[in-house]
């Protein structure tokens, strides 16, 4: 049986988990949720690395064999997400991006039309674009056409741990895109990854549910395990639901004589 590997801008993945690397206590215990997560992408935001400073560079507590994924936190326009991802570069972290563009300051919502704005000109410049958006059929299909490697819908807003309250939209996205669907922020607990990925997601995105978990670390290998778990039930098959109760068993027929 061939193995069913992620495939994100021509790199092949064999974990459909992607963590994050903020709201940890103690940043030092990212190598061990890496370990148990098995996870083989990270996402950082650019405001915390400090590269003159290794006491508070996150950077000192990454694996090198991972693979990085800068984000534009804290951009509110696509000219300020350009310039956080060029000077991701230049500092060698890569060229992965995850484009993050908010405007918006109470609920965190991206702003979809300055996301298509950035992607269009880093996936011009040679990055790997993975844009964090709201869930949109249109949008989605636009941010595919000026060359995301992916697309990120948020499942709830960003930090809440609701779950996938946009669930029906993914769904749409899932069926009618053709690069991966990744479902990123909102994601609370190990069941709601599963739920996602039994939808047919490609990946999941996940960081305050296991950062803010009472043990990050046992938390990080249960995300792993329901990624795995969902993932497997997706394609084996999920059997069809129905309102009507259908017998496991015939019955009629053993009693007949």
């Given amino acids: 049986m ?29 190598p061990d949720v890496i370990n148990s997560s098995q996870s083989q992408v990270i996402t950082v935001a650019m405001r915390r690395v400090d590269f003159e400073t290794s006491q508070e560079n996150i950077m000192k507590y990454i694996p090198k064999d991972m693979i990085l994924l800068p984000n534009t936190s804290g951009a509110r326009t696509a000219e300020e997400a350009v310039r956080i991802a060029r000077l991701a570069r230049a500092a060698g972290m890569g060229n992965w991006i995850k484009i993050e563009v908010i405007s918006d300051q ?20 040679g990055f790997i674009v993975l844009p964090y958006m709201s869930p949109d059929l249109m949008v989605a299909k ?28 993914i769904e749409i996205l899932i069926d009618e895109c053709e690069k991966p669907v990744i479902v990123d922020a909102g994601i609370g607990k190990p ?67």
């Fill in 142 to 169: 636009k941010l595919e056409e000026v060359g995301a490697a992916a697309v990120m819908p948020l499942g709830a807003p960003i930090g809440t741990n609701r779950g996938l309250k946009t669930k029906e939209l």
């Fill in 106 to 125: 109470k609920y965190l919502l991206p702003d979809n039309y300055e996301t298509i704005k950035a992607t269009e000109i880093l996936a011009k410049e």
């Fill in 191 to 257: 069941s709601q990854a599963c739920e996602a990925m039994e939808l047919g997601a490609d990946a999941v995105l996940v960081n305050t549910a296991i950062a803010t978990a009472g043990d990050p670390i046992v938390m990080g290998e249960a995300f792993k395990n329901a990624v795995e778990a969902g993932r497997a039930a997706y394609l084996s098959g999920v059997g069809g639901v129905t309102k009507r109760a259908v017998a496991s068993s015939p019955l009629t027929g053993f009693l007949s004589n």
């Fill in 2 to 30: 061939a193995k069913d590997l992620l495939n994100i801008g021509g790199v092949e993945l064999n974990s459909r988990l992607l963590i994050g690397t903020g709201k940890f206590n103690d940043d030092a215990i990212i």
